[in-house]
């Protein structure tokens, strides 16, 4: 009598693994975690880049618009005067 492993064994079926396509490999290559972190991080830098100078520029020219430096023609229309 065989022992009892043997009886119930299963049957190994070896199956070859289909290689994904040479677009999709060259792709995998391309398009890996440290390319995506160094894309999110190159992001996050321009996007807060950004947003730092625009509210730096636009504060100062607030602050000379308000202070007279600055005068635009929409300016003196809204004062009503004619000396534009």
Do not use: Q
């Amino acid at each position: 009598m065989p022992p009892k492993g043997w009886v119930n064994a299963v049957e190994v079926v070896f199956t070859r693994l289909r290689l994904p396509s040479r677009f999709r490999r060259i792709l995998n290559k391309i398009f890996n975690r440290y390319t995506l972190a160094a894309f999110l991080i190159l992001l996050i830098t321009s996007f807060l880049m950004f947003t730092y100078f625009w509210f730096e520029f636009s504060d100062r020219i607030d602050r000379k618009l308000l202070s007279g430096e600055v005068f635009t023609p929409l300016c003196w229309h809204l004062l009503g005067t004619e000396n534009a």
